[in-house]
């Protein structure tokens, strides 16, 4: 399985975005925790798994092949304070989301259902549909 936090693992023009958000998040005193980026199917699936077939709460909508994680085109992270991660402070997961999307990222925070301040993601526009029949983020 793998489920990697290397923004190398991302395609090309998402890892430029994320390093910048990285980048943007320090300069602002926060730093950022990566803590996915690329998964592989067995990653996901046994991700989706988690509060339905296997103890845990639900924490994706999306199995595999349904993810932007899947794809190359997605990264959760968690600001520290600290050396501590901090997941539930809506004032500092404002900024996050704020500094992420100055740097090109759609940031799911702002998601109308299913919320999730950790991740962000580029797609250029494309589908999940469209990249299963072979488009490529550019």
């Known amino acids: 399985m793998i489920n990697s936090r290397s923004l190398d693992d991302l395609a090309p023009p998402v890892k430029q975005r994320a390093q910048a958000f990285v980048e943007a998040a ?11 980026t690329y998964r592989d199917s067995e ?3 046994a ?13 994706t909508k999306a199995k595999a092949g349904q993810s932007w994680h899947n794809w190359r085109c997605a990264l959760d992270v968690v600001p ?3 050396g501590k991660a901090i997941w539930d402070d809506p004032a500092l997961w404002t900024k996050v989301g704020e500094i992420g999307k100055s740097c090109g990222l759609e940031w799911a925070g702002d998601w109308v259902t299913f919320k ?3 991740h962000f993601q580029y797609t250029n526009g494309l589908t999940i549909a469209q990249l299963q029949q072979g488009a490529k983020i550019t």
């Open 26 to 36: 320090k300069a602002k005193g926060i730093d950022l925790l990566v803590t996915s």
């Open 43 to 45: 990653s996901q699936n």
């Open 47 to 59: 991700l989706y798994a988690q509060g339905r077939t296997t103890p845990g709460n639900v924490v």
């Open 80 to 82: 520290l304070v600290n």
């Open 116 to 118: 999730e301040s950790p």
